[in-house]
C-alpha cells in the first residue's frame, strides 16, 4: 500500500499521530523534519475497526458493548451467489440463512438469535444503503454492488431504528467509487443446476390401485405374472400398486378414437422421475465503474442474471443498473445512491382439476413410463389430453404450456445524504430514502377440450374428460409499496483529557403506501385471451372476481445515542428512543425503550496485560435493552373495519342492482393494542492470542417479549367470534462462539485462514393467554406453553403406555390417537459454519461447511409417496398383507377402567397393498412422516486464480482471474429421512411455522459452474 500523503502543520507542532483502519495508531516525533518515512504495523484483531452500526453511525469496535459481526463483499460473493442472503449462510453466529424452497427464484428466511415472537416477522430488519427495507428486497440487489455486510446481532445494537429492527439488523453498505484511476471490471459466472437427489422410491412395482378383473374392462385390468398379493395391472392409472415387473409389453393407456394404442415393456425406469428434470443455465454478466479521491467519487454498476429452471420452461430473468457517487467541498458533503432492478419470473401452475404443482404429477407417474415420450404435445396424440395414458392426472407438459404464473417485479432505492461539518466536533446530517417495489402477477390456465369420444370415457376409467369442456381461467393482481425515509442526524465529539465523548440526537420519519388490486376471471368466452372483460357472467368480490386493498402507515421516533469512554479501555454507551406510530390509536401510540451497554478492554486497563506475547487482546462487554415491536398484519386492527358484500357469485349477493352491501368484520377491533415488548440482556468476551493469530468471541444472551399480539376467541353472542389481544411471554436463550485462526498455518507462499461460527439457540412458551397452553400459528407449528417454539403438534397412533402401536381388531391398521401429540420443534438448536480459505502464490480455496441439528421436520412428501405407490417405504413388504411389528389390541380394561393390551400375533392388515398405503391411517398419519431435520452441508466451494496478466497489453488488463464454483454440492442427512432437504418449508421466508415439506417443494439441486473477471 502507497501511503503517500502531505500534511500542512503548525510551527510548533512536535508529534505526527498517524492511524489506519486496521493498522496501529502511532506517534511520530516531527524533529523539524519535512519528509517523513513510517511502516504502519497491521492491527491484526482490528481494535480501531470502524463498524457501521444504526443510521449509518459509525463507531470503533472497541466501543461495542453489543456482538456484531462484518462480512465482506469478497466473503460475500466468493462462490458466484446471485442472491445476497444466500452468500451470507453459515458466515456469522447466531445468524439463520434458509432457503425455504426451490426454483428460479427462491425464497429465503433471515433470523437472528432465533424467535421472539409467536405470529409476528422474526426476520431481521435489513438496511440498505441507510434505507430499511424488507427482507425479500434483498432478491433484488446486485451481490456484486455489496462492500461489506454489517450485523447487528442483538435488540441492544438495533435499538435505535425503531419498532421493525426488534429481531437484529443487517445493515448493508454498497460500493462507492475509489481509486485515482477509473477502474472498469467486467464478469461472468455461468453456473449449472441439476437435481441432487429425490425421495427413496420403490423399483418393483408398476400401474395398478385395487381394480379387480372381474370388475374392471378386460383390455385394460388384468394379472401380470403369477403374484397375486398386488392389485391387477391397470393400463391407465397412476399409482403404482400393480404386479411386479417382468419385462413383458403391454398396453398403455387405452385405444383412441382412430383405433390406435401403445405399448410399452412393463419395466422399471430407474430415471423415470429424475430425467424429467432439466439443468438449470444461469448466466450472470457484471461491469461496473469505479473512480474516486479524498473528496469525490463515483460509481456506475449494471448486471443481468438469466436463469433457466429444472422445471422445464421456468425461467427468470433479473437485470439492474445502481450509481452511487460522494462528493465532499469544505464543510459540505454529499452522498447519493440510486438503484432499480426488474425481475421477471415465468413459471409453471397448477392442474386444473386437483389443483396440484407439477412435481406431484411427475410423482404420480408410474416406474415403466418414460415422461420424455410425451414431450411433444401438439403432434404425438398420446401426450395431448384425448390420448394421455393417465385416466385421472394431465401430462405434465401440457401442464407447463398451458397453466403459468408470470410475475414482473420492479424495484427502485434510492438515497440522498447531506451533511455539514461547521467544526471538526460536530456532524449535522440528513438522509431522505425512498423504496418502491412493484409487482405485477398473472396466471392464465388454458381452456381444456375433450372429444366426444374420450368425453364418453370409453375405457371405463371414470376419467377427468367426463367433465369437458373445461373454461379457461386468469387472474391478474397489482401489489406496490411506496417507502419514504427521513433522519436527521446531530453528532458531537469531544475529547477532553483522558475522557471522550460522542453524543448523537436524531429524528426519524417513516411513511408506507401499500396497495393490492386483484381481478379474477373464472370463466374465459375467448380461449386465451387473457383479459378480465373476456368473462362469462358479472365480476364478484370473491377470489374470482375483484378486490381491493390500500394501506397507509406513518411513524416518527426522536433519540439519542451517547457513547462515554476513559483513556480508550472503558466505553459506556447509552441510547433511547420514542416511536409515535398510526398503527395504533391514540391512547397507544407513543411507546419508549432505553438500552445501556459497556465495554472493557482488559488488556488496555491492566498494565501487566500490556504487550503480552501470549495474550494479544482481551475484552468483556455487556448490555441490557429494551425495544418494541408492533406486530400487525392488519395496519387498522384498532378500528371497526367492514367488508363488502361477496358479489354476484355468491348467494348472499351484493351489489343488488343500485344497492351496495357490506358486513361488519367478525374481528373484533381492538383499540387497546400495544406493542410487544423485548427485553435483551447479553454479555461477551473478546480474547486474541499469539499476535491476534488466534481470536476468541463468545456471546451469551437471554430475550424475553411479553405483551404478544394473537387472536382470541370470543362468543358469537358479541357479533363477533374473535379479537386480537396482547397477551403472553416468550423468552429465547443462546450462546455464540467465532473462533479465527488467521493463520492457521502459513509457511513460505501457502497459507490457510480458518473460521468457526457456533450457536446454540432456544426459545421456550413461558404463557399464551390464562389458561391457554396452545396456540395454532401454521400447518403443524405450534405455541405451546413449556415447550421450545415452535412445537411441532401431528397427528399420530394410538399407542400403549410402553409406545406399542395399537390397531384395529377387525382391519389390523393401527388406530388414531385423537389428540395432536408433540413430536420435536422446528427450529435447530445448534448451527455450526465452518469456513476455510487457503492461498497459495495466485491461487485461493474457499470452503464453507454448515451444520445444523436439534429440529425435526414433518416430510409430508412422503404421505404423497406413499399414496401413488412410488415409495420405497410402501414396497418393503412386497405388497402383502402383513401384522403391523410391535403391534398390540386392546382386550378390554382394569379395574380402575384403563385398557388393557395384548401382543397382536394374527390380526393381519385387511387387502393389498393399495388398500394399505393409499388412505388408511397407516399412510395418513403425520407422525410416520416425522424425521430428525440434521444436516451437513457442503455450500459453498470456490477456486479461483489469479492470471499474471500485468505485463500484458501495456498494462490495460490490471487484473484477471478465473475460477470454479460450487454451492450445495453434498448433503449428509440421518438416514431415516429419505424424503427431501430438511431446510425446506411449506411456508415463506415471513412465515413462524417451519417443520413442514410436501410436493410443493421440487427436489434439492446442486449449483456448480465457473467465473471469468476482468479489470482494466
Known sequence: MNGKFSVTA???????????????????????????????????????EVVVTAFGIKRQAKELGVATEQVSDKQLTQ????????????????????????????????????????????????????VPVDASYLNSVNPNDIANVNVLKGASASALYGNDASNGVLVISTKRGTGGKPVITISNTTTFESISYLPKLQTRF??????????????????????????????????CFGPQFNGQQVILGGVLADGSYQTVPYSYDPNHIRKFFNTGITSQNDVSYSKGDEKNSFYLSGQDVNTTGTVPGDKNRRTSVRVAGSSTSGIFHSDYTVGYTQTNTDVSGLDPFQHDPVYWNILNTPAQIDLLNYKDIVNNPFANNNGYYNAYYMNPYWQIAHSRYKTTSNNLLGSVLLSLNPAPWIDISYRAGLTYTG????????????????????????????????????????????????DLLVQLNKKIGDFSSKLILGNSMYENQYRYLYVGNSSLVIPN????????????????????????????????????????????????????????????????????????????????????????????????????????????????????????????????????????????????????????????????????????NINAYQSETRDQTIPATISYATGYNSAYINAGQLQTQGLEMDLKLTPLISAGDFNWNMTLSYSYNTSKVISIYGTLTQLPIADISYAVVGQQFPALMVTD????????????????????????????????????????????????????????????????????????????????????????????????????????????????????????????????????????????????????????????????????????????????????????????????????????????????????????????
Open 10 to 48: 503548525p510551527a510548533n507542532a512536535t508529534t505526527l499521530i498517524l492511524s489506519y483502519i486496521g493498522m496501529k495508531k502511532q506517534e511520530v516525533e516531527i524533529g523539524g523534519r519535512k519528509v517523513i518515512d513510517v511502516i504502519m504495523e497491521p492491527d491484526l484483531l482490528g481494535l480501531n
Open 797 to 1016: 397412533y394410538l399407542r400403549d403406555p410402553q409406545g406399542h402401536l395399537v390397531v384395529d381388531p377387525t382391519t389390523g391398521y393401527p388406530m388414531r390417537n385423537p389428540a395432536l401429540v408433540q413430536m420435536g420443534h422446528g427450529n435447530p438448536n445448534n448451527i455450526l459454519g465452518m469456513n476455510s480459505n487457503f492461498t497459495y502464490k495466485g491461487f485461493s480455496l474457499n470452503i464453507v461447511t454448515d451444520y445444523r441439528n436439534g429440529n425435526n421436520i414433518d416430510n409430508y412428501v412422503g404421505e404423497s409417496l406413499n399414496f401413488t405407490g412410488e415409495s420405497w417405504f410402501s414396497a418393503q413388504n412386497g405388497r402383502q398383507d402383513f401384522i403391523i411389528p410391535n403391534s398390540v389390541i386392546q382386550t378390554g380394561t382394569d379395574a380402575s377402567g384403563n385398557p388393557t393390551y395384548a401382543p397382536n400375533t394374527n390380526i393381519i392388515t385387511k387387502g393389498n397393498g393399495w388398500a394399505n398405503w393409499g388412505e388408511t391411517t397407516f399412510s395418513t398419519t403425520q407422525s410416520l412422516y416425522m424425521t430428525s431435520a440434521a444436516f451437513i452441508k457442503l455450500r459453498e466451494i470456490s477456486i479461483t486464480y489469479d492470471l499474471p496478466v500485468k505485463n500484458l497489453f501495456g498494462g490495460a488488463i490490471k487484473a484477471a482471474q478465473v475460477g470454479l464454483v460450487g454451492r450445495n454440492l453434498l448433503t449428509w442427512v440421518p438416514k431415516t429421512n429419505v424424503w427431501t432437504d430438511p431446510e425446506f418449508n411449506v411456508e415463506n421466508g415471513t412465515s413462524n411455522a417451519v417443520g413442514y415439506t410436501n410436493e410443493y417443494q421440487t427436489p434439492p439441486t446442486r449449483v456448480y459452474g465457473f467465473s471469468v473477471k476482468l479489470t482494466f
Open 529 to 696: 385471451l387473457y383479459n378480465v372483460a373476456n368473462r362469462l357472467g358479472e365480476i364478484g368480490t370473491d377470489v374470482n372476481g375483484i378486490n381491493e386493498q390500500q394501506l397507509n402507515r406513518n411513524s416518527m421516533g426522536l433519540f439519542g445515542d451517547i457513547t462515554l469512554g476513559y483513556k480508550d479501555f472503558v466505553f459506556l454507551h447509552g441510547s433511547a428512543r420514542n416511536d409515535w406510530d398510526s398503527r395504533l390509536s391514540k391512547a397507544n401510540r407513543s411507546f419508549f425503550y432505553p438500552g445501556v451497554d459497556a465495554s472493557l478492554i482488559l488488556t488496555e486497563a491492566i498494565p501487566s496485560l500490556k504487550d503480552n506475547s501470549v495474550l494479544s487482546f482481551a475484552k468483556i462487554r455487556g448490555g441490557i435493552s429494551k425495544t418494541g415491536q408492533i406486530s400487525l398484519a392488519n395496519w387498522y386492527a384498532t378500528l371497526p373495519s367492514f367488508n363488502p358484500g361477496l358479489g354476484n357469485n355468491s348467494a348472499t349477493a351484493f351489489p343488488y342492482g343500485n344497492l351496495a352491501g357490506f358486513s361488519l368484520s367478525q374481528t373484533l377491533s381492538n383499540p387497546n393494542l400495544k406493542p410487544e415488548l423485548t427485553t435483551e440482556i447479553e454479555g461477551g468476551l473478546e480474547l486474541g492470542f499469539l499476535k491476534s493469530r488466534i481470536s476468541l
Open 439 to 486: 409487482d405485477q402477477h398473472t396466471y392464465y390456465q388454458d381452456p381444456l377440450i375433450y372429444n366426444t369420444y374420450m368425453s364418453g370415457d370409453p375405457w371405463q376409467a371414470g376419467a377427468i374428460g367426463l367433465g369437458s369442456p373445461f373454461a379457461g381461467v386468469s387472474n391478474d393482481y397489482l401489489e406496490t409499496s411506496t417507502v419514504l425515509t427521513g
Open 206 to 239: 408398476g400401474s395398478g390401485d385395487g381394480e379387480d378383473t372381474i370388475s374392471g374392462n378386460p383390455n385394460y385390468t388384468f394379472w401380470i405374472g403369477p403374484n397375486r398379493n398386488t392389485s391387477a395391472y391397470t393400463s391407465f392409472e397412476n399409482q
Open 79 to 130: 462462490a458466484g451467489v446471485t442472491n445476497v442472503v444466500t452468500g451470507l449462510t453459515a458466515k456469522v453466529s447466531g445468524l439463520e440463512i434458509n432457503t425455504v424452497n426451490n426454483g428460479v427464484n427462491p425464497d429465503t428466511r433471515i433470523t437472528l438469535r432465533g424467535n421472539r415472537h409467536f405470529l409476528a416477522s422474526n426476520e431481521a430488519l435489513v438496511v440498505l444503503d441507510g
